[in-house]
């Protein structure tokens, strides 16, 4: 067995955030994703915002699912707090988390089908009781690991893997965040690094739930004509003598958005996927209004891309429930167990 490490030897005059870190000192294992994979550039983007934020590692608990993106955390933010659960129930193991230490800055990764499809109930409620977190969907419409079938967020009459069209309409994650109570909602391109470490940026600095939906392209598995959010490579250009599956090596996908004005991105297949960046007369703190553009944009054919809203004067679970300020886990035995007498008075209290 071949383990590939990756070097630890860097410039020495790499430059340095406010703690004297480099962005070198934020980065994770060596990626075993597919080459030219998307999530890799969101955990890149993850990166950069916590290298420019001067964030200490010990300070962020990453947490994920099941699924290439939930692969993902291992390669970012390697002397984090890091927890891969199980498939779709990532918002309570990071509720559980946050409720014992709210001092740590939660950053959850996922992917659209541990999101929308086995963790839909999960991902709305956590949105709803607005837990002080930062979610981020790496989103490209089909599951991964399982090659290519497609979820729930692929887009209605695109043709998956096999030649079956999609006949169910996609679930739009950005609009149930929104439905569901998220306090910072955003949408993004993997390959749009101008525009995608800002977002995660704001959304790490944001109080309350902040949830980022992310157009990553899978480079292997919607390898076929039809797809509206990937490509098809090997069965356009090789011929199998035997059972045989072949991961094609293809540069990653970028591109540049220019607020207000739409940008058409060619897949390696010639699909398109035309993005729209919001521009400064958009009013990102009316949710009605984010709703209505998503919509009009979607029946335009177009992504809305960019910060979509932002609740002014967001509050988290913690001020909703009104926990104590110190940490569940540092509490004493008398601050947990306080004796009869309070017991007595609390019963009272619900006569």
Same mark, same amino acid.
């Given at each position: 067995m071949t383990c590939i490490a990756k070097s630890k030897f860097h410039h020495p005059q790499l430059p340095t955030n406010d703690l004297g870190l480099t962005y070198r000192d934020y980065e994770g294992s060596m990626s075993t994703l597919c080459a030219g994979c998307g999530h890799d550039s969101v955990g890149a983007a993850v990166v950069q915002a916590c290298f420019e934020l001067s964030l200490p590692a010990?300070?962020?608990?990453? +947490?994920?699912?099941? #699924?290439? @993106?939930?692969?993902?955390?291992?390669?970012?933010? =390697?002397?984090?707090?890091?927890?891969?659960?199980?498939?779709?129930?990532?918002?309570?193991?990071?509720?559980?988390?946050?409720?014992?230490?709210?001092? +740590?800055?939660?950053? #959850?990764? @996922?992917?659209?089908?541990?999101?929308?499809?086995? =963790?839909?109930?999960?991902?709305?409620h956590v949105a709803r009781r607005k837990l002080n977190m930062s979610y981020i969907v790496a989103n490209n419409g089909a599951y991964g690991l399982t090659k290519?079938?497609? @979820?729930?967020?692929?887009?209605?009459g695109s043709v998956m893997k096999g030649g079956k069209e999609v006949m169910d309409e996609g679930i739009d994650l950005v609009s149930l965040a929104l439905s569901m109570g998220a306090?910072?909602?955003?949408r993004s391109f993997s390959g749009d690094k101008d525009q995608l470490v800002?977002?995660?940026?704001?959304a790490l600095s944001h109080q309350g739930f902040a949830?980022?939906?992310?157009?990553?392209?899978?480079?292997?598995?919607?390898?076929?004509?039809?797809?509206?959010?990937?490509?098809?490579?090997?069965r356009d250009h090789m011929e199998s003598l035997i059972s045989a599956d072949f991961i094609p090596v293809k540069s990653e996908i970028t591109a540049q958005s220019e607020p207000g004005l739409s940008k058409d991105i060619f897949m390696h297949d010639g699909s398109m996927m035309r993005f729209r960046a919001t521009d400064d007369s958009y009013d990102l703190?009316?949710?009605?209004?984010?709703?209505?553009?998503?919509?009009?944009?979607?029946?335009?054919?177009?992504?809305?891309?960019?910060?979509l809203y932002l609740e002014p004067g967001s509050s988290?679970?913690?001020?909703?429930?009104?926990?104590?300020?110190?940490?569940?886990?540092?509490?004493?035995?008398?601050?947990?167990?306080?004796?009869?007498?309070?017991?007595d008075t609390l019963n009272k209290s619900f006569r």
């Open positions: 010990h300070r962020i608990a990453k +947490l994920s699912g099941i #699924g290439c @993106s939930s692969k993902a955390p291992t390669y970012f933010l =390697g002397k984090s707090h890091g927890f891969n659960s199980v498939h779709g129930r990532m918002p309570s193991v990071v509720t559980g988390a946050n409720l014992a230490n709210r001092e +740590l800055i939660y950053l #959850g990764m @996922s992917g659209d089908g541990d999101s929308a499809s086995i =963790g839909l109930g999960q991902f709305a290519g079938q497609a @979820s729930a967020t692929a887009d209605l306090t910072y909602v955003a800002p977002l995660i940026k704001g949830f980022i939906d992310v157009l990553s392209p899978c480079v292997t598995f919607n390898n076929h004509k039809g797809s509206t959010k990937s490509y098809d490579y090997l703190t009316n949710k009605q209004n984010a709703l209505n553009a998503i919509s009009e944009h979607t029946n335009k054919g177009e992504v809305l891309t960019g910060l988290d679970l913690h001020e909703n429930i009104q926990t104590v300020c110190e940490p569940f886990n540092e509490l004493t035995y008398k601050d947990l167990c306080p004796g009869s007498e309070a017991l």
